[in-house]
């Protein structure tokens, strides 16, 4: 496609359910991003990848959090165990190899989590 | 530790140039300005980068100072459309994360 899609827009879960947030990156692009936006917030970054290898994992705020992209495309975000404060917008973003394109991201619309 | 630094809000009237400052007095050598902004309900959207050098594509314009300690991102004619958040980031070129912070929030007024 032409830009980056994520799904589901939305997902209201339950505290203590799973939820599984998808990105589809622009076709091509090595680099993936996911970052967590919080209410009137910007956007925090949580974790990178470099084709399959996941290169940075340090904005993960915790072991309930998981992230893979198992064949260098598509990629998940997994929450266990979801908490009220996981409770924001989770935004995908890729962007093309190389120090010219490396900090031209293209974001998705994202996913809103809400946690009852 | 957010290396900018922007004011929270400003107001433009539409068909004016918007003109939003960003500091960033302690930039390295080698760290590139980004401006990106955010519309309602959608992610953020590249704007434009430099480093030194002032840089013009077809949706701004970014002025960087000499001892390059701050910029200005212009919008030279505001419409309604630019109502947004503009984030300035300051990162070193091809940095594997870009640090967000709270941005500007840039009211276009009709």
């Known amino acids: 496609g032409a830009g980056v899609s994520q799904s589901p827009r939305y997902k209201v879960a339950k505290r203590g359910q799973d939820v599984a947030l998808r990105c589809d990156p622009i076709?091509?692009?090595?680099?993936l991003f996911w970052y967590q936006q919080a209410l009137g917030q910007g956007p925090e970054f949580l974790t990178y990848f470099q084709n399959e290898a996941q290169l940075d994992k340090s904005g993960l705020p915790s072991d309930r959090f998981f992230a893979e992209r198992p064949e260098g495309s598509v990629s998940t975000l997994k929450i266990q165990r979801t908490q009220q404060e996981d409770s924001a917008v989770y935004l995908c973003a890729s962007s093309r190899q190389g120090a010219q394109g490396a900090n031209v991201l293209t974001f998705g619309a994202g996913s809103r989590l809400t946690v009852l | 530790d957010a290396k900018t630094t922007q004011p929270p809000s400003m107001d433009c009237a539409e068909g004016r140039a918007a003109n939003l400052p960003c500091n960033h007095s302690?930039?390295?050598?080698?760290?590139?300005v980004y401006w990106y902004r955010q519309i309602h309900s959608q992610g953020p959207q590249y704007i434009i980068h430099g480093l030194k050098n002032n840089e013009t594509n077809e949706m701004a314009s970014l002025i960087i100072t000499e001892d390059r300690k701050s910029s200005t991102l212009i919008l030279p004619h505001a419409t309604l459309r630019d109502t947004a958040v503009y984030y300035c980031?300051?990162?070193?070129?091809?940095?594997?994360?870009?640090?967000f912070g709270q941005g500007t929030r840039l009211t276009i007024n009709p």
């Open positions: 980031i300051v990162t070193a070129q091809g940095a594997q994360k870009l640090v």
């Open positions: 302690t930039i390295s050598g080698n760290e590139y």
């Open positions: 076709s091509g692009h090595v680099s």
